[in-house]
């Protein structure tokens, strides 16, 4: 829904005037074709006959001709140049997928009238929520009195690509256990008709776009009851072991997969299921799921269709547990001639009728294969267009950060569709011939301190002069690859992590070799002081663990005589006593780069325990844990959120947190350290909003959903990094300042969803593609209601293609001053 908010055509004249009728129409001149949004066109609006009388249903009736997903809508009065003067207070919706069945409209609250204009030329814009999948529109105004109204309208949505036109499901079921509240997992927006306990004929929670949160009883949602968020079905209530879905489709369609977005709160006896199939006939398709209890994030579940033909699925989901809970469930599918002649192609789904003429089975056997030469031609045209493009691009491109330099450069969003791969590896330019050729050279251009590229830190050339341009004459395979296929050796991949899985700073190779045992300028701390009392996260070689450090004010020279010690609140990252000789010497070196950090936006290093097992650094942590979770449990500050004593926040709050994260970032680009990690759950809250960057988010389960895992070893943190990250490996200060562009953007939405939430990991990588390309078809994080046009404005520099076009952290601290001067 936040991404899906283009507008339909009222305005711009997509939408045809034969495509807009009306119950009534006052003159000829106020007629429904001219309800368009912003246009003065007749007498300046669509006007039903008469008096509106509070019995009255007039409405105003939109034919978008397609499914679509519709999340927004405007209205307006009859302005006309200044001599209108009638507007509608308030409205309410109906719709209908099929033009014979009409549904109204309502919200989470179950209300209908949605508040409409005051003046006759201002426009105002109300959101769906929950959002409308529908064909046919019918705009009600609504009247208290009797009046003359008049309106003018645009919607605002996108193509209902998934094509589902209703699914049938069982009913939710409830959780009522003693001294808690109830938890409601009903449908509770579903628009079609309940019978025995079963949902049919209708479209409702599990497509209004809205993933449910790690905890079933939290909700996006304001004023709704636990639960609100998923359907859950209980084990015990089907004898089969299974629930079984069915979904109707608008059209036939090829499917290629479904994407299921479950609950696995484990504690609390919730499972993604364990199996699930589909049935086809001659043979059914489904996928047996890796259970997991380490990890209780909810997560999606993909489950191949292998692109079965059908109009309808048919779909049983096997419980792993005592409740299986489900949010959102999409389809990826192609509609088949989506014309009137689709008739002739049969579903292969048993509970299709199969057409017996042979003349059908004849037509349908050539479409497929005509469809099949049709796909072939485009994937031969498709492969000649990327290679004519990469050749041009690295002939002709001067971006220090694209240059020829640079002959091993990862494409994924290129090679994922013509290798069919997922995982990133060293894509060989200019172009994908059977020999292979990879050169890693670089100028290290003076923005590039420590380029991660895909080698390990020992094999970092140091950025001290020029290297030779690479031998473009000769043409070796490299050993990485065998028989073509891509061969992931670790030095291949970038890794982010610390060895106790926290993310380590990339600084100067220079610096890192330099260092020794007196630059640690913090003491050793008694390893028996310290109480361990929640882990927070782990990773290949060590773990982090939340404690209390009794005596640590007086170890740091900060007691007070007049006060009495009290343990502090720490972070304590622990190698374990059994790991090589390479990770405790990486685990010593992380330590020697904390010790230089001090700054009070930074996570400062306490003291170390290096004399015996296990090593320990030692570091701080704020009251109020991480800046994701501390938002994400709060609204912006309103009379109503005052007055309910609802934790909030103010915009004043969100800058001052915002300056404070600038301030430290400028810090560390001041040393030329490199976060490569900057984003809420790395930003912890201490009191009266304070904020002090860290570097442990990767390590926590919690954020597991946060990182793309490569081969289960290294991971990314992908919808953060820059696109030069992901296609170059190259991480930069101004690849922080992307990633700074996210986090502001992630605060602003109150961490209640996570970036680029509706597109998938390769999706997003794929996007990555388009900004290299830079043809205008990249896709931007949207504009968030809570945040201004100047804020916004900063989160596009940040995202510029080119390096240089991106402002400093220097700027963007002065830029977050000014603008919290502003709102005092």
């Known amino acids: 829904p936040a991404i899906c908010r283009y507008p339909l055509g009222m305005h711009e004249g997509t939408i045809r005037d034969e495509d807009i009728t009306a119950s009534s129409q006052w003159y000829d001149s106020t007629g429904p074709q001219y309800a368009r949004l912003q246009r003065e066109e007749g007498d300046g609006a669509w006007c039903p006959a008469g008096l509106l009388q509070p019995e009255d249903v007039q409405f105003l009736q939109i034919d978008l001709h397609k499914l679509f997903f519709i999340t927004l809508i405007g209205t307006q009065g009859r302005h006309a140049r200044a001599t209108g003067k009638e507007f509608a207070r308030a409205y309410r919706i109906d719709y209908s997928r099929n033009g014979e069945r009409w549904i109204s409209w309502k919200d989470r609250q179950g209300g209908q009238v949605i508040q409409g204009n005051t003046d006759t030329y201002d426009v105002v814009l109300k959101d769906l929520r929950p959002p409308i999948i529908a064909r046919y529109i019918r705009v009600i105004p609504v009247t208290e009195l009797p009046m003359t109204v008049c309106m ?55 497509t209004d776009g809205v993933l449910g949160l790690d905890d079933f009883t939290q909700s996006h949602q304001y004023r709704v009851w636990p639960g609100y968020d998923y359907i859950g079905w209980k084990n015990e209530s089907f004898s089969a072991g299974f629930v079984e ?57 993909t489950i191949p269709l ?56 004849l037509v349908g056997c050539l479409v497929a294969i005509i469809l099949l030469l049709l796909a072939f031609i485009v994937v031969i045209l498709w492969k000649q267009y990327v290679h004519k493009r990469l050749a041009k691009g690295y002939s002709n491109n001067e971006d220090d950060s694209i240059s020829t330099d640079f002959t091993c450069i990862s494409i994924l969003s290129l090679v994922h569709n013509l290798r069919d791969s997922s995982v990133l590896y060293l894509g060989c330019g200019p172009s994908f011939s059977d020999t292979f050729q990879c050169t890693v050279s670089s100028k290290c251009p003076q923005e590039e301190l420590f380029s991660m590229m895909y080698l390990p830190q020992s094999e970092q050339p140091a950025c001290s002069g020029d290297y030779a341009e690479p031998d473009l004459t000769k043409s070796t395979p490299h050993q990485g690859f065998q028989n073509n ?25 220079l610096t890192v070799d330099s260092l020794t045992k007196k630059d640690i300028s913090v003491g050793e701390f008694p390893w028996q002081q310290l109480r361990l009392k929640e882990k927070l996260g782990e990773g290949q070689f060590g773990e982090v663990h939340l404690c209390e450090a009794d005596g640590l004010l007086e170890f740091l020279g ?20 059994n790991v090589n000789k390479t990770a405790r010497n990486d685990f010593l070196k992380e330590i020697k780069i904390m010790s230089r950090l001090k700054d009070p ?116 943190p992908i919808r953060w990094m820059a696109w030069e990250s992901i296609l170059l490996g190259k991480f930069t200060t101004a690849s ?21 939430s509706l597109l998938s990991d390769e999706q997003v990588i794929e996007n990555t593609g388009e900004f290299f390309r830079s043809q205008g078809r990249q896709i931007y994080l949207s504009q968030t209601p809570l945040c201004p046009n100047a804020v916004f404005d900063l989160m596009l520099k940040c995202w510029s293609r080119d390096i240089k076009d991106r402002p400093t952290f220097d700027m963007i601290h002065h830029f977050l001053v000014e603008q919290m001067d502003g709102t005092v």
């Not at 300042?737 to 209640?752: N, P, Q, R, S």
């Open 485 to 509: 296929v891509p061969h992931y050796a670790e030095t291949d991949i970038v890794s982010l992590q610390g060895v106790t899985g926290n993310n380590m700073y990339a600084v100067p190779a």
């Open 558 to 577: 900060l007691s007070s005589l007049e006060l009495p010690t009290q343990p502090v609140l720490v972070a304590v990252k622990m190698l374990r006593s």
């Open 152 to 206: 003018r309208v645009e919607l605002y949505g996108c193509l209902w690509f998934d094509g589902l036109a209703s699914y049938s499901i069982p009913e939710g079921g409830t959780i009522a256990a003693p001294g808690s509240p109830i938890v409601y997992l009903n449908d509770s927006t579903y628009d079609g008709f309940q019978e025995r306990r079963h949902l049919y004929g209708g479209l409702g929670q599990l």
């Open 306 to 361: 292998n692109q079965r033909v059908g109009k309808a699925v048919l779909c049983r989901f096997h419980f792993a547990d005592t409740w299986l809970m489900i949010s959102e469930i999409s389809f990826q599918s192609v509609c088949l001639l989506c014309t009137e002649t689709t008739s002739v192609l049969t579903s292969t789904w048993v509970g299709e009728k199969a057409d017996d003429s042979s003349t059908s089975v």
């Open 601 to 716: 936006n930074i996570i400062r290093l306490l003291g170390v325990c290096v004399r015996d097992d296990p090593l320990c650094m030692i570091t701080e942590y704020m009251e109020n844990g991480d800046l994701n979770q501390f938002l994400s449990q709060r609204e912006i500050c309103s009379s109503f959120a005052l007055s309910n004593n609802i934790p909030c926040v103010s915009y004043s709050n969100l800058l001052f947190m915002a300056t404070q994260i600038a301030s430290g970032m400028k810090y560390l680009a001041s040393l030329n350290f490199v976060h490569r990690d900057l984003a809420t759950r790395n930003c912890l809250v201490g009191n009266s909003y304070t904020i002090k960057i860290a570097d442990f988010g990767m390590s926590r389960n919690l954020y597991s959903g946060d990182y793309y895992r490569i081969q289960g070893r290294a991971v990314l």
């Open 245 to 301: 879905m069915e979904f109707q489709f608008d059209r036939q369609r090829n499917f290629t997969s479904m994407k299921v977005h479950c609950n696995n709160m484990f504690p609390k006896g919730v499972k993604i299921f364990h199996k699930a199939d589909c049935e086809w006939e001659p043979d059914p398709v489904g996928v047996s799921t890796i259970l997991d209890d380490k990890n209780p994030s909810a997560r999606f579940v």
């Open 736 to 756: 922080d300042v992307w990633a700074f562009g996210v986090t502001l953007w992630e605060m602003f939405t109150l961490c209640k969803e996570q970036p680029y």
